[in-house]
C-alpha cells in the first residue's frame, strides 16, 4: 500500500513538527529539570511499573524483540508534564489488556511509527517517508505463575511508503552511503505485509535456559545492546545490528540463550540464510540447505541487567547462497555497554567479515544514550568508521545525534540528524547531511 500525499507536503510537515520539538520539547524540560532537582525518576533508575501486567512477560533477546516491546509499551511512566489527557484516554484499553492478560496469559500490543528524511545532496530523489504497523504479542500457554513458561510468539508488520519515490531504508544508498539511514523503514512486497515473528519460546532451569525455534528474527537477539533498536534509539544502522554482520530477513530458524553462571553467559542460533518475512519458508529453508549460524560468549553484572552493562563476543558465519549469487562470508564482533548512574549509558562496538556478504568489512562504534530527568526523554550521540567489503570503495565516517521527546506515556516524537563523511557510495560528495523526525504511538 502506497499513500500519495506529496513529498512536497511531507517536508511541510517534517518542518511543523521540528517546530513543535523545539517549543515544548527543549524550554518545558529544561524549566521542569530546574525545579525538580531533588528528584531522580530517570527511565532506568525508577521502579517501573506495568499498566497491565506485563512485567511477567518471557522475553528472549534485546530491546528489539517482542518481550521487550511490550515491556516498554506497558510501562507506566509518571509522572508526566506532556499530554496527560492521551495517557488518560488510553486506560479503559490497558485495563482490558491486563484482563486478557490475566485471564488468559495473552499479552498484546499495536503501535504505529512513522519516518521522514531529507538528505541535502542525491542523485536521486532526496527525501523518504514510510510507516510501520506493528501487531505483536506474546501467549504463555505453559507453565503460567512459573519460571519455566511456554510461550507462542507472534509478530506482523505492516510496512508502507507515504507519498515518497523512496523508503528512508533506500534513502540512504541512494544518496551514497554505505550503510542504511532508516533502519527497518522499507516496504515488504506487494501486500506490504510480513509475518516476522511466529515461533514457540521455552524457559527451563528457572529461567537460566531459554530457547526459540520457528520463524524469528535474529537481531532480535544477535550481538544486542542497550541502544541497538531502530524504533526507539539511534536509525544508521552502524549503531544497531553491526553492519559487518550479514544478518539475513526474518526467516525459519532456532536460537537457545543460558546463564552458564550468574554472570556469564551463551547465545546460539541458526536461521534460513535468505529468509523472507512475505513468505512461509519452508522451501528455502529444507531444499536450499543455506544457513545463517552465529554464537555469542558474553558477560553482565546480573540478568536483569544485561544489555545495561555487558560485554561480549559474537562470531557468525553464513553459507553462500546459490540462486541469489551472494557469497559466503563470517566475522567477529565485540561490543561494550556500560550504564553510569543508570542515566548515561556508553557503548563501544567494533566488527570485522572476510567476504562480501557484509555491507562492512571492518567498522568501529562509539557513543553515549543519556536519559533526561522526568520526562523519560533520551538524547544519543554516536560516530562510526566503516571500510566497505569492496575494496575499490573508500573509508566511510558516520556521525548521529537524535532526541526522542516522549509527549505522552505512548506517544513519541525523535528529530535525528546523521553526517556522512566520504559517503562511499557517492565519492563525488564529500558530506551527505540526513534530516530526519521520527514520531511512535504504541497502543
Not at 512477560?57 to 496527560?84: I, M, N, W, Y
Not at 490497558?94 to 521522514?116: M, N, V
Not at 523508503?167 to 539511514?181: E, I, K, Y
Not at 531444499?287 to 544485561?306: A, L
Request: hydrophobic letters at 35%.
Amino acid at each position: 500500500m502506497v499513500y500519495t500525499t506529496g513529498p512536497s507536503i511531507a517536508k511541510w510537515v517534517f518542518r511543523f513538527l521540528v517546530f513543535v520539538f523545539l517549543v515544548s520539547g527543549l524550554v518545558q524540560p529544561l524549566a521542569a529539570q530546574q525545579t525538580e532537582q531533588q528528584s531522580d525518576t530517570s527511565a532506568v533508575k525508577q521502579e517501573v511499573k506495568y499498566k497491565s501486567g506485563y512485567q511477567d512477560v518471557p522475553a528472549f533477546g534485546g530491546p528489539g524483540s517482542v518481550g521487550f516491546d511490550l515491556k516498554e509499551a506497558d510501562e507506566q511512566k509518571e509522572p508526566f508534564l506532556r499530554f496527560p489527557q492521551i495517557d488518560e484516554a488510553l486506560k479503559p484499553w490497558f485495563g482490558f489488556k491486563k484482563g486478557i492478560h490475566d485471564e488468559y496469559g495473552l499479552s498484546y500490543s499495536l503501535d504505529y511509527q512513522t519516518l521522514y528524511q531529507w538528505v541535502n545532496t542525491s542523485p536521486g530523489a532526496d527525501d523518504a517517508a514510510s510507516g510501520i504497523f506493528r501487531f505483536y504479542g506474546s501467549w504463555t500457554l505453559l507453565g503460567r505463575g512459573t519460571k519455566n513458561t511456554g510461550s507462542l510468539v507472534y509478530k506482523a508488520e505492516h510496512r508502507h511508503r507515504l507519498g515518497t519515490q523512496l523508503d528512508p531504508q533506500t534513502l540512504g544508498f541512494t544518496a551514497g552511503s554505505a550503510v542504511p539511514t532508516g533502519t527497518q523503514f522499507n516496504e515488504f512486497g506487494n501486500s506490504s505485509w510480513g509475518v516476522t515473528n511466529l515461533y514457540w519460546q521455552q524457559r527451563l532451569n528457572d529461567g537460566r535456559l531459554s530457547f526459540v525455534a520457528g520463524k524469528v528474527d535474529p537481531t532480535d537477539y544477535l550481538d544486542v545492546y542497550a541502544l541497538i533498536n531502530p524504533l526507539t534509539a539511534f536509525m544508521n544502522l552502524a549503531f544497531s545490528t553491526n553492519p559487518t554482520i550479514a544478518a539475513p530477513n526474518q526467516g525459519l530458524g532456532a536460537a537457545m540463550g543460558m546463564m552458564v553462571t550468574d554472570k556469564m553467559y551463551v547465545v546460539t542460533g541458526f536461521s534460513d540464510a535468505s529468509g523472507d518475512p512475505t513468505d512461509e519458508g519452508f522451501d528455502t529453508f529444507f531444499d536450499e540447505h543455506e544457513y545463517f549460524k552465529h554464537v555469542e560468549i558474553g558477560w553482565t553484572q546480573s540478568f536483569e541487567r544485561r544489555y545495561l552493562d555487558n560485554i561480549h563476543i559474537t562470531a557468525w558465519q553464513v553459507d553462500k547462497r546459490k540462486k541469489d549469487r551472494v557469497p559466503e562470508g563470517y566475522g567477529i564482533t565485540f561490543s561494550a555497554t556500560k550504564a553510569i548512574e543508570d542515566k548515561w549509558i556508553p557503548f563501544f562496538r567494533a566488527g570485522y567479515a572476510d567476504g562480501d556478504a557484509s555491507l562492512l568489512q571492518a567498522t568501529v562504534s562509539t557513543g553515549v544514550g543519556y536519559y533526561m530527568k522526568e520526562h523519560r526523554d533520551l538524547l544519543g550521540v554516536g560516530v562510526n568508521w566503516g571500510k566497505p567489503s569492496a575494496n575499490d570503495l573508500n573509508d566511510q565516517y558516520t556521525g548521529e545525534v537524535f532526541y526522542r521527546l516522549q509527549l505522552a506515556q505512548n506517544l513519541a516524537i525523535t528529530p535525528d540528524i546523521q553526517l556522512i563523511i566520504n559517503p562511499a557510495l557517492n565519492p563525488d560528495e564529500n558530506v551527505l547531511v540526513v534530516f530526519g523526525l521520527r514520531g511512535r504511538m504504541t497502543f
